[in-house]
């Protein structure tokens, strides 16, 4: 049985989320998938193979897309008081 390259399975890894994840740079995928581990320089190509992994993993869940500032920005415009709540001002 082959050894497993995990710095290739890695760089395939990054290359697979960034086809899934068009709008996400590859800093924030490594910074999101080694949060947990703080100094990353120490880590071997297997411990970060199975980080970059697990956050795949969790992005496969995450289904809700990243609003834009705007959606943001109208949504805050959009914000009233119900009826009732204007009354006890």
Same mark, same amino acid.
Do not use: C, F
């Given at each position: 049985?082959?050894?497993?390259?995990? $710095?290739t /399975? +890695? =760089?395939?890894? =990054? +290359?697979? #989320?960034?086809?899934?994840? &068009? *709008?996400?740079?590859?800093?924030?995928? !490594?910074? *999101?998938? +080694?949060?947990?581990?703080?100094?990353?320089w120490?880590? @071997? @190509?297997?411990? !970060? %193979?199975?980080?970059?992994?697990? %956050?795949? @993993? +969790? =992005?496969? $869940?995450?289904?809700? &897309?990243?609003?834009s500032? /705007?959606?943001?920005?109208?949504?805050?415009?959009? !914000?009233? #008081?119900?009826?009732?709540?204007? @009354?006890?001002?």
């Amino acid at each position: 049985m082959a050894k497993k390259n995990y $710095y290739t /399975e +890695t =760089l395939k890894l =990054l +290359t697979e #989320l960034h086809k899934q994840h &068009p *709008t996400y740079n590859m800093g924030k995928h !490594l910074s *999101t998938a +080694t949060d947990e581990y703080g100094n990353i320089w120490s880590m @071997d @190509d297997k411990s !970060l %193979y199975e980080a970059i992994k697990k %956050y795949s @993993d +969790t =992005l496969q $869940y995450d289904t809700q &897309p990243e609003p834009s500032i /705007e959606a943001i920005i109208a949504d805050a415009v959009d !914000l009233r #008081l119900d009826k009732d709540d204007e @009354d006890d001002y």
